[in-house]
């Protein structure tokens, strides 16, 4: 496997490669010989990368520095900043920030800032108001820790937000209260000109003036759209980012397509990965789904109201009694609505941890996503653990599931959906498990690591 791309496109990779030969060429042939080896490859690198080539131009600084041994591949790097747009300690931890952060960590020092949020919570227009203020000043409670004894190198603070985002004066504030929370940890931890990571839209007034390294824009989602988000503000805020960004990373083609004109050369694809060692089928289930009859119709992930068609949940559980309709996942609302389904069966939030083992009693697991700006420009991280675990899929449509229509059923309306459900239930679905796992297999996360670091080191 190539951490980071083929040869051909890794500029690190490239650079090992040309002076591996000259090495080589040493060994094999005495140092008169290798320095005709170098004198080749030096001019034909020097000449490919004056017309224009990033790697040729890698490749020359590595050839004009070598030491007779190669350095490890890692070496001392800059560390990194992540300003996430979720919360490490009562957020789902398969989101793409936590995954590919906990991978940095394994090669650099990784300072994970926690939400800084994008509204403040308010009765009539959010849900669960007192809940969502609560978990905040637990997080903010928290201070700085290092939350994974295995990799030590990864740090996790909360810092205490002023959730003003329409008033430009008072996010100016925020913005400056934020940013001396985020430098005082980082002077503790001995983070200088760091990497900065945004995935939040209102991490700009935070990272605008702050040394760094580089600016990376992780454009995970269309925060603007958003429906409890100031969304004017918002959208100001992403268009920053995108003009004030090194570089602009995409989950969605069709984002990236949209905001071409901004981005122009400095926009990549860096598709989800996913933990392949932790997302395995499990043989034994917890007690509390194998007392569940089957067959199961399965979903787990974040149960929001502008994500998940609730009236589609309800139809698979009315047209569909003889299965049960597990959901597995913390909600944004109230779940009374389901209590007359006595089929449909919701265990809750659980942790990361425990996902897979609920995941391998599902018979199909689904997708059932609203039609709305946000999905549409949206890539779960779900699809490809499905995928992981084995599982046939059914979900609506929306532009990046169709880069898997040969492995997961896309339906179009709530009678297509159903009957797909049920088609599925009968007939397996697409593909097989082994091949529905196998189709994954290269996009672990730490892959999707290595290119982030190749990206934001040059």
Request: glycine residues 6%.
């Amino acid at each position: 496997m190539h951490l980071g791309g083929e040869s051909t496109t890794s500029a690190r990779l490239w650079s090992l490669v040309v002076t591996n030969k000259v090495r080589l060429h040493r060994e094999r042939f005495g140092a008169l010989a290798a320095a005709r080896m170098w004198l080749a490859v030096l001019a034909d690198n020097a000449i490919r990368g004056a017309r224009g080539s990033a790697r040729h131009r890698r490749a020359v600084r590595a050839l004009l520095r070598m030491p007779a041994w190669p350095a490890p591949l890692d070496g001392e790097g800059p560390a990194y900043i992540c300003f996430s747009a979720q919360d490490w300690w009562y957020h789902n931890q398969a989101h793409s920030d936590f995954q590919l952060m906990i991978r940095v960590a394994e090669h650099r020092k990784v300072l994970l800032v926690n939400s800084i949020g994008l509204r403040m919570p308010t009765p009539g227009k959010s849900t669960q108001v007192l809940r969502r203020i609560a978990r905040k000043a637990a997080s903010v409670a928290k201070l700085v820790r290092r939350p994974l004894p295995d990799v030590p190198n990864y740090h996790v603070m909360t810092p205490l937000p002023l959730p003003f985002y329409g008033n430009p004066a008072l996010r100016k504030l925020n913005a400056v209260l934020v940013r001396a929370q985020v430098r005082a940890v980082s002077l503790f931890l001995g983070i200088r000109n760091p990497v900065v990571v945004a995935t939040i839209p209102t991490a700009w007034d935070v990272v605008e003036p702050m040394r760094r390294r580089s600016l990376v824009f992780n454009r995970s989602d269309r925060h603007s759209a958003f429906p409890e988000a100031d969304q004017g503000a918002i959208a100001a805020l992403e268009d920053k980012l995108l003009r004030g960004a090194d570089h602009v990373l995409y989950v969605s083609r069709s984002l990236q397509a949209e905001d071409a004109p901004v981005t122009g050369e400095r926009a990549h694809f860096l598709d989800h990965g996913v933990d392949l060692e932790h997302f395995q089928r499990r043989s034994s289930l917890p007690e509390e789904l194998a007392a569940i009859p089957g067959p199961r119709i399965g979903f787990f992930g974040g149960l929001d109201d502008y994500l998940v068609d609730f009236d589609l949940l309800e139809r698979l559980a009315t047209d569909i009694p003889e299965a049960s309709l597990v959901l597995v996942g913390d909600t944004s609302i109230s779940m009374e609505r389901f209590a007359k389904h006595p089929n449909i069966h919701w265990l809750g939030f659980k942790p990361y941890a425990e996902i897979p083992g609920y995941g391998s009693g599902f018979d199909v697991a689904i997708m059932p996503w609203l039609d709305n700006e946000w999905i549409t420009h949206a890539n779960p991280i779900k699809l490809k653990e499905y995928l992981a675990l084995g599982l046939a899929t059914v979900s609506t449509d929306f532009p990046e599931v169709r880069h898997y229509a040969d492995r997961i059923t896309i339906a179009q309306g709530h009678d297509a959906f159903v009957k797909a459900v049920r088609d599925v239930l009968e007939n397996g679905g697409l593909s097989t498990p082994e091949g529905r796992r196998s189709s994954v297999l290269s996009s672990s996360w730490d892959s999707r690591a290595r290119q982030l670091m190749d990206l934001a080191e040059g």
